[in-house]
């Protein structure tokens, strides 16, 4: 799984904090709201409640009936949602509200004077009510106190929908600011983490060997890094340099030893010593370590960091170009094919000793006809393209128990062909370093097939 960015990572944070903060706020508001509603409510019926005790009046048989006229209109109303109910000691009703009709509601109050019941009921249909009773010593005319139990109820269903209705706008409102903050946070993440993308684009364009090193003009959070990583990627330029220049310099001061000591070994007089023959295999076998070790130490291993990508097909034909000379009396076609855009990320050394290599040995072995291809290895995610290089001869080729065998130092088929058997161990080890493989197989033309891959990366 690929990882995430940084902005990502700081937006999923964000919206996480946001989601906590913004939760616990619309539940503090609806705890809130319902608690005023619940007030609310409660108030609406302590003054319905008054209202209807203000509205009693004695009726001829001795008990309490409100005035028609100065009762709520929605209490003479079926279904309007306000209910209404004197009750009398005895437990049966002195009046009920014509709103009660078909509603099966009971208020089962039974209450001392004095005491107030607020609860919450059922109407025949389920629905709830919310109830408040209250019982009241009346006195009559006549000086008799009876006991009455008045009642008001209401439909919670106005409630439930303006509470649904608020917590609606209030999901919105929220949802709204959440969107709007994050926006506003991945704009001010974009603008504040810039200088890291700049970073990035500059790191790959120093990958691609467009720029040698980091800009300037970054904050000053940032100019350790961009100033140490310039100074490394300094540092190793010049190391491998200077690397280069003392082997080349070892180099140059052992041959001319060697050569003396060479020259020494042809004299007559030195070749009829017993010694001389294990003197020259030990003079050659110095010269086979030495060339392999200075070749092995000066390849930079796909590290050269802020070098322009290499043109394949020109260090191809400037190499074919070479070789055709070299061999010129061999008589050799060597055909050449490479893909457009085909290019070499990393050292120009590094291609030009695997493919000499390839094709030196190419030369050697095929008996009138060399296939060099070049194919350019692409990846979704990859920043840079790899290489596939193929080179075929017409030789006798390698067989199979030997394919992995010739790939070892110091390895060669056959004796009478000139060389050091270095040359495939130092692609191998070049290969490796730049991440890549080398597979030997038959080619279509009868010799050897060579393939390097270099994959993207």
């Known amino acids: 799984m690929a990882p995430r960015s940084l902005s990502a990572r700081l937006l999923a944070s964000a919206s996480v904090l946001l989601i906590v903060f913004f939760g616990i706020t619309i539940a503090a508001l609806d705890i809130v709201f319902r608690n005023l ?4 409510m409660r108030d609406r019926l302590e003054g319905q409640l008054l209202a209807l005790i203000t509205a009693s009046e004695e009726d001829p048989d001795g008990w309490l009936q409100p005035a028609p006229a100065k009762t709520e209109e929605r209490l003479e109303n079926p ?28 208020f089962k109050t039974h209450l001392r004077s004095g005491e107030r019941a607020y609860v919450q009921l059922h109407r025949a249909d389920g629905a709830p009510v ?3 009773s209250r019982a009241i010593d009346w ?11 008045f009642s008001v109820a209401e439909d919670l269903d106005p409630y439930y929908r303006s509470l649904a209705a608020f917590r609606g706008r209030l999901f919105g409102w929220f949802g709204f600011l959440m969107l709007l903050l994050l926006g506003s946070f991945a704009l001010m993440l974009r603008r504040v983490l810039s200088p890291l993308r700049r970073v990035e684009r500059e790191i790959n364009a120093i990958e691609m060997g467009n720029l040698t090193e980091l800009g300037t003009g970054y904050p000053r959070e940032l100019l350790g890094i961009t100033a140490n990583l310039n100074a490394l990627l300094r540092s190793e330029r010049e190391r491998l ?7 080349g310099n070892l180099a140059h001061s052992l041959k001319t030893p060697l050569a003396v000591m060479r020259n020494v070994l042809n004299h007559p007089q030195v070749r009829a010593l017993p010694v001389a023959r294990q003197l020259d295999e030990q003079v050659s076998r110095m010269d086979d370590i030495v060339k392999y070790q200075l ?10 960091l802020g070098s322009a990508p290499v043109n394949v097909r020109e260090n191809l034909e400037s190499l074919r170009s070479a070789l055709l ?13 490479v893909d457009g855009g085909c290019v070499f990320f990393g050292d120009r050394e590094d291609l030009t000793e695997m493919a000499g290599n ?44 030997q394919r992995s065998h010739v790939l070892a130092r110091g390895t060669r088929l056959d004796e009478r062909v000139s060389g050091q058997g270095i040359g495939l161990s130092v692609v191998r080890e070049l290969a490796g370093l730049n991440g890549g493989s080398v597979t030997i197989d038959e080619s279509p033309f009868g010799g050897a097939r060579v393939e390097v891959t270099l994959p993207p990366a």
């Open 130 to 132: 919310r109830a408040l």
């Open 139 to 149: 006195q009559f005319e006549d000086g008799v106190v009876r006991t009455f139990v």
């Open 79 to 106: 279904g309007s949602g306000l209910y209404g109910e004197i009750l009398r000691s005895d437990g049966y009703p002195s009046w009920r509200s014509n709103s009660l009709t078909g509603t099966g509601l009971d």
């Open 241 to 247: 340099a200077r690397y280069r220049n003392t082997l």
């Open 295 to 304: 070749r092995r130490a000066a390849v930079s291993g796909g590290t050269g």
């Open 325 to 337: 000379k070299v061999y010129a009396d061999r008589g050799i076609e060597c055909t050449l094919e």
């Open 358 to 401: 390839l094709l030196d040995n190419a030369f050697k072995w095929a008996c009138s006809k060399v296939h060099v291809r070049a194919e350019r290895l692409t990846a979704p995610k990859a920043r840079r393209d790899g290489l596939k290089l193929i080179v075929e001869d017409d030789g006798p080729g390698v067989p199979p128990e």
């Open 37 to 40: 509603s619940e007030q609310t």
